[in-house]
């Protein structure tokens, strides 16, 4: 998934975004120039090097914020999806389990499953599960939803009801896994950070000593 697209999952506005990620550049930037101008340090361009830094920060914060909303929604639909094995079970049709489940459901989920209903009213194919399986990017979201209308379609048959049980159990070890993975990625993309700026200071006094040791020479 792409930048611009987690931005709009997060209702984050790609303009505003834009701006920041321009500022993070050019303020380091006007910075180092005001500060060689004035005290004609060599070393003060280095910090324009840190404009990057404050970028590639300002990103991950929010592929961390991405990660997180990913990892809640996720949550929400395995706990749905659990509810929904309940009704299955007791031999509730799927439709009917989905509309029973909208009373306990949280807005974001509630809202996809309206969807869903409208369109399973309109269209009596798979695609409508597809659709809601769309909203996650983790595919044993759409192997759940294709079991879930094989189910529809038998009636709640038993072996298509094991299949879905164990799709469920399948996709719930999954999601504790990924959200360690996901987890242990950001700490130590974290972890980089000030490696890379003590890189950078160390650089900034090397061109700093070297620029001294130049004034020095010239002037003798």
Request: charged share 20%; no cysteine; glycine share 6%.
């Amino acid at each position: 998934m792409t930048f611009n697209e987690k931005l709009l999952r997060l209702n984050y506005k790609k303009e505003r975004a834009i701006l920041i990620q321009m500022l993070l550049f050019l303020l380091p930037l006007v910075g180092a120039g005001l500060i060689f101008y004035f005290y004609r340090l060599p070393s003060a361009f280095v910090l324009g090097v840190f404009g990057f830094l404050l970028i590639i920060g300002y990103r991950q914060i929010i592929n961390n914020k991405f990660s997180k909303l990913e990892i809640r929604q996720e949550e929400e639909f395995i706990g749905a999806i659990n509810n929904l094995r309940v009704y299955l079970s007791n031999g509730v049709n799927v439709y009917s389990a989905f509309q029973s489940l909208r009373a306990y459901l949280k807005p974001w989920f509630k809202s996809k499953v309206e969807v869903l209903l409208t369109r399973i009213d309109e269209d009596k194919t798979i695609a409508p599960y597809i659709e809601l399986a769309n909203n996650f990017s983790n595919p044993l979201v759409e192997e759940m939803m294709i079991a879930i209308y094989q189910l529809n379609e038998s009636g709640n048959g038993i072996s298509e009801l094991w299949q879905f049980n164990y799709l469920f159990l399948r996709y719930q070890t999954n999601l504790i896994f990924n959200k360690n993975q996901k987890t242990l990625r950001y700490f130590e993309k974290t972890a980089l950070l000030p490696l890379l700026a003590s890189g950078l200071l160390v650089i900034g006094i090397a061109i700093g000593i070297m620029g001294v040791i130049g004034e020095v020479i010239n002037g003798i």
